[in-house]
């Protein structure tokens, strides 16, 4: 069983950043493909962000790209989603999920992933 735990979230006005955090439980979180996702009520979660297992390889919504930068530190179990020049659209729940064994590139869809955090909340006021 893997455990994530996000932080970070908050209310930001428009144009400022935040840095989320996803903390993995478990000893073999390099092995990991990691992904960031956001919702917002009444619509599908949707994908934002994805490392591959190695970090060497990252992927991002089209829409995102520019603004959103996914690191990890294996180090630590970490994931993290800077976002920059936020909008009042970046308002949503922002989800972290773990893909285990998977190999190739970085996964987008929600199917591909085995464990998912709460979600933290992210506000942008414009």
């Known amino acids: 069983q893997v455990q994530l735990v996000e932080s970070g979230g908050g209310l930001v006005q428009a144009g400022g950043s935040l840095r989320l955090s996803c903390v993995a439980s478990?000893?073999?979180?390099?092995?990991?493909?990691m992904g960031w996702f956001r919702q917002t009520p009444g619509k599908e979660r949707e994908f934002v962000a994805a490392e591959n297992w190695s970090g060497g390889n990252t992927y991002y919504a089209d829409s995102l790209k520019g603004r959103f930068t996914i690191s990890r530190d294996n180090a630590k179990n970490t994931v993290y989603l800077q976002m920059n020049t936020l909008k009042p659209e970046d308002t949503a729940v922002y989800y972290c999920?773990?893909?285990?064994?998977?190999?190739?590139?970085?996964?987008?869809?929600?199917?591909?992933?085995?464990?998912w955090g709460q979600g933290t909340q992210v506000t942008v006021s414009s």
């Open positions: 999920a773990a893909a285990i064994g998977r190999i190739g590139g970085p996964p987008s869809r929600r199917s591909e992933y085995d464990y």
């Open positions: 478990g000893r073999t979180f390099r092995s990991y493909a």
